[in-house]
């Protein structure tokens, strides 16, 4: 559950049967985290809380709220940019070089941009919508010549260089980007 903390902004509490205190964390997006037993109510949550205040801000290193919520806007925007885009590039591209996949996925964070898996779904990272064109057609171009070679071996990158002759510069430049957002 989510507590909303005038002074933390979003507070995830997490309950577990295995925990018998309360333990404060910092989460993968800078929130605070809070891990209380099972049987912790609303109310008490919230006095864990206000009871370890002090000790919250002076050991964790939390994002401060505001920019918290700015970064979830932005995650929102990018994410419906990338739904209403990187699926119908990637078909695009299916079709015009006769690929087939199964399934589409749109990821975020987490550090690639791209993935295609055995089972013939390709997920491609969000965060693409922020990078130049000719370098986001690169990564589905390189999901897509993964369905026929689950490795990067020579005839891997054959495969991309094909459909991306430019492809060297394309992966040069896309490390001055980061998927994370
Ligand atoms: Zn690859």
Not at 117 to 140: A, C, H, K
Request: hydrophobic letters at 35%; charged letters at 30%.
């Amino acid at each position: 559950m989510i507590i909303e903390d005038k002074e933390f902004g979003e507070v995830i509490v997490r309950k577990s049967a295995l925990t018998s205190g309360v333990r404060f964390s910092v989460s993968t997006s800078g929130r605070l985290q809070m891990s209380v037993p099972t049987y912790t109510s609303t109310f008490l949550a919230k006095r864990f809380l206000g009871q370890n205040r002090e000790l919250i801000r002076e050991k964790l290193p939390l994002k401060d709220p505001s920019s918290q919520r700015a970064r979830d806007a932005k995650k929102k925007i990018l994410m419906k940019k990338a739904r209403e885009y990187l699926p119908y590039r990637l078909e695009y591209f299916a079709k015009l070089y006769g690929y087939q996949y199964d399934k589409v996925r749109l990821s975020h964070a987490g550090t690639r941009w791209g993935s295609c898996s055995s089972n013939r779904t390709i997920s491609l990272n969000i965060g693409l919508m922020q990078v130049p064109e000719p370098l986001r057609d690169y990564v589905i171009l390189h999901e897509l010549a993964h369905l026929n070679h689950m490795d990067h071996s020579r005839e891997f990158w054959a495969e991309v260089k094909s459909h991306d002759p430019r492809y060297k510069s394309h992966r040069e430049k896309l490390k001055n980007f980061s998927p994370g957002v």
